[in-house]
């Protein structure tokens, strides 16, 4: 399968503070900084803390799991080594396509977010509509933008993992402090607004925000795909996991409520950016709410950068494996990245930009299908582990036998639920399930046709190659 292979490529540079980071700025980019207000708007400020408690417990669930995974199986690929070796060649590719188009679906997320930010900090900057987009425009500043700031980030990850993961320090340094300032100023000068409450609100609301959950969570399984190049003792990147995803849960936590205590959540939500309204009520400082849109563009860089190392590994593993064309498993000489997997994914997000903001909202839910989706086929794969290998080494292990495999198992499928038709968040017809079907669509042509294709990468064959490592 090849992973004696990247473990040779792939060098181990990665601190525990550059591993921490990556995770945890990874999830509380710029989703908070534009959504607040309309997951209050649906749920009401109680609803909207209730959704992100009930969505922290499967991801925490989920990220428990992931923790023992990768403290066994530290090797870059993450989803794709243990749903390798526990359910094969098939079961290792539905679940590593899955996660990967969740990573791209953020990358993508970010090239349209950028401009969106610097059109609220900048007056004017909407300049030369181009076309209109399910009832919204597209303007020339926006592709350029976007199109801009996808080279520049896939430049900075081509040219090596640990100037990444130092970047990504730094702006997740400045995406906490303006947390914890919107805090601040709620605790001060907040007030009862007029939310709905949760009463009014319903089971709708809540359903509503819940499904959008795993895609603010999702990048602490960027951990595990990094792990091969990570230089830190096995349990620690089961500990760390862990600890990104409680982090991130109590940031959304409370920057949701400080947001319910500045504005009614008619007025956030009619806001381009809601974060930096409710600063701006809070301190009645137009400049200070501008300072949080500063903080959401930083927010926009650590989700991007976390998700092309995360989205690019995933790729490079599969490619490894044979289940994509080898060209995506090179390695470069110099840079030691898997560099064409990195230009692969930069070359998307560079033409998100034309669908226009709109493609926010679809991206956002079909890629959080594909999370939730693979998350389920690691909590599988975690059960049947347990079962069939309960010898194996297991730095981080988790009581309770098979408890947390069922507890994720039954969290997983109920999550994936949600987006099925009938469900009241189903996706939506045409967009969300047009980009599902042609993902789906894509995969199965490029597993087809790759070089080793032919060749059926067998469960025995996938646990030969990976105690070859260990030993």
């Known amino acids: ?65 992931y923790g023992e995974l990768a403290s066994a199986m530290p090797f870059v690929g993450g989803e794709h080594v243990y749903s390798l070796r526990a359910l ?42 181009l076309w209109t987009i399910a009832g919204e425009p597209v303007y020339a500043t926006w592709v350029l933008t976007g199109g801009i700031g996808a080279i520049v980030m896939t430049a900075l990850n081509y040219r090596g993992v640990r100037p990444a ?17 919107l805090v601040i100023g709620a605790l001060l000068n907040g007030h009862s607004t007029s939310t709905p409450p949760f009463t009014e609100a319903g089971w709708s609301g809540l359903f509503t925000v819940i499904v959008m959950t795993p895609f603010m969570f999702v990048g602490f399984d960027v951990i595990p795909q990094a792990a091969g190049e990570a230089d830190v003792s096995y349990r620690s990147i089961g500990l760390l996991i862990v600890l990104s995803v409680v982090m991130a849960a109590a940031f959304y936590i409370s920057v949701i409520w400080a947001s319910g205590q500045s504005l009614p959540s008619s007025k956030l939500v009619e806001s381009p950016l809601p974060a930096a309204a409710a600063l701006s009520s809070l301190f009645n400082s137009t400049v200070i709410g501008r300072i949080m849109a500063l903080a959401g563009i930083a927010g926009i860089l650590t989700s991007w950068n976390s998700f092309i190392i995360g989205g690019s590994r995933a790729i490079y593993a599969l490619a490894e494996a044979k289940m994509l064309p080898s060209r995506l498993a090179t390695v470069h000489p110099r840079y030691g990245t898997p560099s064409t997997a990195i230009s692969l994914i930069g070359s998307i997000s560079v033409f998100a930009p034309v669908f226009g903001e709109q493609m926010l909202i679809w991206i956002v839910n079909a890629g959080s299908l594909g999370i939730v989706l693979a998350w389920l086929f690691v909590a599988i794969s975690f059960l049947v ?87």
């Not at 990874?26 to 209050?40: H, R, V």
């Not at 995969?443 to 294709?453: A, D, E, Q």
């Open 385 to 471: 582990l347990r079962y069939r290998e309960p010898e194996l080494n297991r730095p981080f292990k988790l009581p309770g036998g098979y408890t947390f495999g069922v507890l994720g198992l039954v969290l997983t499928t109920f999550f994936v639920g949600l987006y099925l038709p009938g469900a009241p968040s189903a996706l939506s017809w045409p967009f969300e399930w047009l980009i599902i079907f042609a993902w789906s669509v894509l995969g199965l042509l490029l597993y087809l046709f790759s070089s080793g294709s032919s060749e059926d990468t067998t469960m025995e064959d996938a646990k030969d190659a990976l105690e070859s490592i260990e030993n």
């Open 165 to 181: 993961a130092q970047f990504q320090t730094i702006l997740t340094l400045v995406i906490g402090l303006a947390g914890i300032t």
């Open 88 to 129: 094969g060649s098939v079961g290792s590719f539905v679940c590593t396509w899955a996660i990967i188009l969740g990573y791209v679906s953020v990358v993508i997320f970010e090239a349209v977010a950028l401009p969106s930010a610097l059109a609220y900090l900048v007056p004017g900057f909407n300049v030369i509509p």
């Open 1 to 65: 399968m090849g992973t004696e292979h990247q473990e040779e490529e792939l060098t181990r540079v990665l601190s525990k503070r550059d591993i921490f980071v990556l995770a945890f700025g990874a999830m509380i980019g710029w989703g908070w900084i534009i959504q607040t207000g309309y997951w209050i708007d649906e749920g009401g400020t109680t609803g909207a803390i209730l959704a992100f408690v009930i969505g922290s417990v499967m991801v925490a669930t989920v990220g428990l799991i």
